[in-house]
């Protein structure tokens, strides 16, 4: 089966002729006799072009490109015409149509003008697909958890991510701050413009400001060409500038010249640059703390602080990690190729316990290093990794017996649970490990 035509006529010697043209050729056609009937068919079938006639007894041809376009952007328009005009013609490729035939001329020309349609079609239905996918991985719905905290976090976000207003999103590392800065954009007006991130805490003052602003040829040693920074590349677009307590003072005044008329100068420069950026920035840090003891300015504060999203650490929404954890666990499990993994009660249990201070991003490593040392099908408590034993009250005792129970546990996990290895491993006896594991309470 070769690609789909559409053809709107309300003359149907004509639209059959067409239609047995394009079917020699190998394509589908579809026919409709008006407008409304091609717009539902459109929406119904996986059009690639659309052959349509100017003159419709319930639309002007050339103005339909627009609703053709509004429902499927990468379905090229023909319009054909038993009248042609230079202005309708101009009109109907200002309109988004890819050519405009008069009637008469098409029977010699449509043929070849649908392959190139197609072509360009095809081409732009790969573009849109890709835009789809992308749009879909990074919007608000892939954000997992049902607690308050990170519905109240989803919100707000959802509301400002239609704007253009700067957002400060506050959180501990590793809450997603990027995740909901990828959001953000995505469901937004710019989301077909490009997504750069910037994590300020990676670079040195100086390459900070090249990366940021770039640099003209001969600015400093090694400067062989101009080099775009990420503004430019940022263009239309979000630039999304992660840690920006790492920022220094010097830096943080250029950058408030972008927020407040979108211009900058390049490092090594004497011309201002013009871009059209939203600016979204991140930090674990207290920034207001920060410019009240003047590691920060003050007027960079208000300028980001217009709109600020905090982000729960995932110790404040223990609801979730279940969900979370299940989500990662067959995340991994299908990356390596495992069959349906699941967890124990036990595990669950002490993941939901976890303090979580390295928050999902931890709970993520956790999960696919059990994915990774799995033997069977069901992942237990006791191959948790041993660090994992560490994050209680009990990593901070001094006292004798706390330490050993604390050791033990290590050993055990280590062992996977085999406490005939754990005890050879302790150079004890089987019997007084498990007086010992009675002892301490140590769960089997």
Same mark, same amino acid.
């Given at each position: 089966?070769?690609?789909?035509?559409?053809?709107? !006529?309300?003359?149907?010697?004509?639209?059959?002729?067409?239609?047995?043209?394009?079917?020699?050729?190998?394509?589908?056609?579809?026919?409709?006799?008006?407008?409304?009937?091609?717009?539902?068919?459109?929406? *119904?079938?996986?059009?690639?072009?659309?052959?349509?006639?100017?003159?419709?007894?319930?639309?002007?041809?050339?103005?339909?490109?627009?609703?053709?376009?509004?429902?499927?952007?990468?379905?090229?328009?023909?319009?054909?015409?038993?009248?042609?005009?230079?202005?309708?013609?101009?009109?109907?490729?200002?309109?988004?149509?890819?050519?405009?035939?008069?009637?008469?001329?098409?029977?010699?020309?449509?043929?070849?003008?649908?392959?190139?349609?197609?072509?360009?079609?095809?081409?732009?239905?790969?573009?849109?697909?890709?835009?789809?996918?992308?749009?879909?991985?990074?919007?608000?719905?892939?954000?997992?958890?049902?607690?308050?905290?990170?519905?109240?976090?989803?919100?707000?976000?959802?509301?400002?991510?239609?704007?253009?207003?700067?957002?400060?999103?506050?959180?501990?590392?590793?809450?997603?701050?990027?995740?909901?800065?990828?959001?953000?954009?995505?469901?937004? *007006?710019?989301?077909?413009?490009?997504?750069?991130?910037?994590?300020?805490?990676?670079?040195?003052?100086?390459?900070?400001?090249?990366?940021?602003?770039?640099?003209?040829?001969?600015?400093?040693?090694?400067?062989?060409? !101009?080099?775009?920074?990420?503004?430019?590349?940022?263009?239309?677009?979000?630039?999304?500038?992660?840690?920006?307590?790492?920022?220094?003072?010097?830096?943080?005044?250029?950058?408030?010249?972008?927020?407040?008329?979108?211009?900058?100068?390049?490092?090594?420069?004497?011309?201002?640059?013009?871009?059209?950026?939203?600016?979204?920035?991140?930090?674990?840090?207290?920034?207001?703390?920060?410019?009240?003891?003047?590691?920060?300015?003050?007027?960079?504060?208000?300028?980001?602080?217009?709109?600020?999203?905090?982000?729960?650490?995932?110790?404040?929404?223990?609801?979730?990690?279940?969900?979370?954890?299940?989500?990662?666990?067959?995340?991994?499990?299908?990356?390596?190729?495992?069959?349906?993994?699941?967890?124990?009660?036990?595990?669950?249990?002490?993941?939901?316990?976890?303090?979580?201070?390295?928050?999902?991003?931890?709970?993520?490593?956790?999960?696919?290093?059990?994915?990774?040392?799995?033997?069977?099908?069901?992942?237990?408590?006791?191959?948790?990794?041993?660090?994992?034993?560490?994050?209680?009250?009990?990593?901070?005792?001094? !006292?004798? *017996?706390?330490?050993?129970?604390?050791?033990?546990?290590?050993?055990?996990?280590?062992?996977?649970?085999?406490?005939?290895?754990?005890?050879?491993?302790?150079?004890?006896?089987?019997?007084?490990?498990?007086?010992?594991?009675?002892?301490?309470?140590?769960?089997?």
């Amino acid at each position: 089966m070769g690609p789909t035509v559409l053809i709107i !006529d309300d003359e149907i010697k004509i639209r059959s002729l067409l239609a047995r043209i394009l079917e020699l050729e190998g394509f589908v056609v579809l026919q409709a006799q008006n407008a409304n009937e091609g717009l539902k068919m459109l929406a *119904q079938h996986e059009v690639l072009v659309v052959v349509s006639d100017v003159k419709l007894p319930d639309a002007n041809g050339v103005e339909l490109v627009k609703k053709i376009k509004s429902v499927k952007s990468f379905v090229e328009v023909i319009n054909l015409t038993a009248y042609g005009t230079i202005a309708d013609g101009v009109l109907a490729i200002k309109n988004g149509a890819f050519d405009y035939l008069t009637k008469g001329d098409d029977n010699d020309k449509i043929i070849p003008l649908v392959y190139k349609a197609i072509a360009k079609a095809e081409l732009q239905l790969r573009v849109y697909e890709l835009e789809g996918k992308v749009s879909n991985k990074y919007s608000f719905k892939t954000i997992l958890g049902n607690s308050k905290a990170i519905r109240e976090a989803i919100g707000l976000a959802e509301k400002v991510a239609v704007t253009d207003t700067t957002v400060l999103l506050l959180g501990e590392t590793g809450t997603g701050k990027e995740v909901f800065a990828q959001a953000i954009h995505y469901e937004s *007006q710019r989301k077909n413009k490009p997504f750069v991130a910037l994590n300020c805490s990676g670079f040195s003052a100086e390459l900070l400001e090249s990366e940021l602003f770039g640099y003209k040829a001969g600015a400093f040693t090694g400067a062989n060409k !101009d080099k775009k920074g990420l503004l430019e590349e940022a263009n239309g677009g979000t630039l999304f500038l992660d840690e920006i307590g790492e920022m220094n003072l010097d830096l943080q005044a250029k950058l408030l010249r972008v927020l407040e008329n979108q211009s900058f100068i390049k490092v090594g420069a004497t011309t201002t640059n013009q871009v059209n950026v939203r600016i979204l920035a991140a930090t674990n840090r207290n920034l207001k703390a920060q410019a009240d003891e003047g590691h920060f300015r003050l007027d960079l504060y208000y300028r980001l602080s217009v709109f600020v999203i905090p982000l729960p650490a995932l110790r404040e929404r223990k609801a979730d990690i279940p969900m979370l954890a299940t989500f990662y666990l067959k995340e991994f499990a299908d990356k390596v190729n495992r069959p349906a993994l699941k967890m124990d009660e036990k595990l669950i249990d002490a993941l939901t316990k976890h303090s979580w201070k390295g928050n999902v991003r931890e709970l993520k490593n956790v999960i696919e290093r059990l994915v990774i040392l799995a033997n069977g099908d069901t992942l237990e408590a006791s191959q948790l990794p041993y660090e994992f034993f560490a994050d209680g009250p009990i990593a901070n005792a001094l !006292d004798l *017996q706390s330490v050993e129970k604390l050791h033990i546990q290590k050993v055990l996990a280590h062992a996977k649970g085999n406490k005939t290895e754990t005890a050879r491993l302790l150079n004890i006896g089987l019997t007084t490990l498990y007086r010992k594991l009675e002892e301490y309470k140590i769960a089997d």
